[in-house]
């Protein structure tokens, strides 16, 4: 637990949540690729490319040709700031942001931030990417109660105004808070700095910013480092799902450019990639809903998901679970003995949105989403169950050391 509460700690944006992917992945030995080259790969090794450098995709290969795959998002919810320039008001200087996803705005004043992201520095050979991440903490200050009598009962905010982080008192200059290098711009943002802490009487409870979905990648690669996988292995970690996985690092199409990669290295024909996709599964792993304990009527009346109840299998029109991709999710968390339950909307309120769908577009594979239950998605402070975190990388160890199939599933009469 200790480690994951580092890596949540430490991975406030898409950046410094690959780069620290891509240190397990060194130190357990996997070999890193360039996108774009001629790949030399062998039976039972490990590689692992990366994107724009905040999404990144691994793989193991076995001696089967059929493809397992995990997809979660490398990105929360968070303030993107708007270039350099700074906002004056009453002698006081305030970073100018923007809403980056769906934040649960009201979490995020009055707390601990930091600015965090890339800087892209000009460089005699050209342009060099650096990781930021301020020495110092930034808030944005809530409106005095007794200034507004009904933030209680109306919350009201306007995002050019309310949600203004306070920078700094006199001149001072954003990019050089950050570095001495000389900054052509910068992908930057506001972003929760306090640290992951357990709760509940028995430390039964994760709480921590960043919990959806970086849970979900964390488990994802060291269930792949600890698989013995019997195909083809793969997590891939992908940047701007929370903005709708319209970019190259973002979208599905990157992990496509690497199973075309693999197959490719393999000299696998097109009808052998084909029978790979056909013949394997993706599990798109990302958080869901628990019911909540004050609002049970936002809930279906009859699938209620609770924290540490096991691993959620989300249907809904929004995510890409049928009955065959569930069904087999199902059968093998029941031959490894593990929980799980059934996901479904209150049918009054629409869902979010997963990998699941674009992916299952883009790869024409089987997908069903899964994910860990907990409470105040995509507030600057989330919380889950502890025992699911584990449950979660139990289920994708034994994910990727099995076929989907040698799970022999489905028989059509």
């Not at 919810?77 to 320039?85: D, Q, R, T, V």
């Not at 700094?168 to 950050?178: I, K, M, R, T």
Request: net charge negative; aromatic share 8%; with cysteine.
């Amino acid at each position: 637990m200790m480690l994951l509460k580092q890596f949540l700690d430490s991975s406030y944006t898409a950046y410094h949540t690959t780069a620290n992917a891509c240190e397990i992945l060194k130190e357990e030995g996997f070999v890193q690729l360039t996108l774009g080259e001629k790949w030399k790969l062998e039976r039972g090794g490990s590689y692992y490319v990366t994107c724009n450098g905040s999404s990144v995709v691994a793989f193991c290969l076995g001696q089967s040709n059929v493809f397992n795959v995990a997809v979660s998002h490398t990105d929360s919810p968070s303030f993107k700031i708007k270039g350099e320039k700074l906002l004056e008001s009453e002698q006081l200087l305030r970073l100018n942001t923007e809403k980056y996803g769906g934040g649960l705005l009201y979490s995020y004043f009055d707390r601990q931030m930091k600015v965090a992201g890339r800087l892209l520095a000009e460089t005699p050979d050209g342009v060099e990417q650096i990781l930021a991440v301020s020495d110092y903490n930034v808030v944005i200050p809530s409106l005095a109660i007794h200034l507004n009598r009904e933030a209680n009962e109306k919350p009201f905010l306007k995002l050019q105004n309310d949600t203004l982080p306070l920078f700094a008192q006199g001149e001072e200059d954003l990019y050089s808070s950050l570095t001495d290098r000389r900054v052509l711009d910068a992908d930057l943002y506001v972003v929760p700095a306090g640290e992951a802490f357990e709760c509940g009487v028995h430390n039964e409870f994760l709480c921590s910013a960043r919990l959806d979905n970086l849970t979900s990648v964390y488990t994802s690669l060291y269930a792949l480092v600890d698989s013995e996988p019997k195909g083809i292995a793969i997590v891939a970690c992908l940047d701007n799902e929370e903005i709708g996985s319209g970019t190259r690092q973002g979208a599905p199409g990157f992990l496509r450019h690497v199973m075309e990669g693999i197959a490719s290295a393999l000299e696998l024909t097109r009808t052998e990639l084909a029978y790979a996709a056909e013949n394997g599964l993706v599990l798109s792993v990302d958080n869901g809903h628990a019911a909540h304990p004050a609002h049970p009527e936002k809930h279906d009346p009859k699938y209620r998901c609770r924290l540490n109840g096991g691993i959620i299998i989300k249907h809904h029109v929004n995510y890409a679970t049928d009955g065959l991709s569930a069904a087999i999710f199902k059968r093998l968390m029941n031959e490894v003995e593990l929980p799980y339950q059934d996901f479904y909307n209150n049918s009054e309120l629409l869902g979010g949105s997963t990998l699941g769908l674009v992916t299952a577009r883009e790869l024409g594979m089987k997908v069903c989403d899964i994910g860990i239950a907990q409470l105040a998605m995509h507030s600057a402070c989330e919380t889950c169950g502890i025992e699911d975190v584990d449950t979660m990388k139990k289920a994708l160890t034994a994910f990727f050391s099995v076929t989907v199939e040698g799970i022999n599933i489905l028989t059509v009469k």
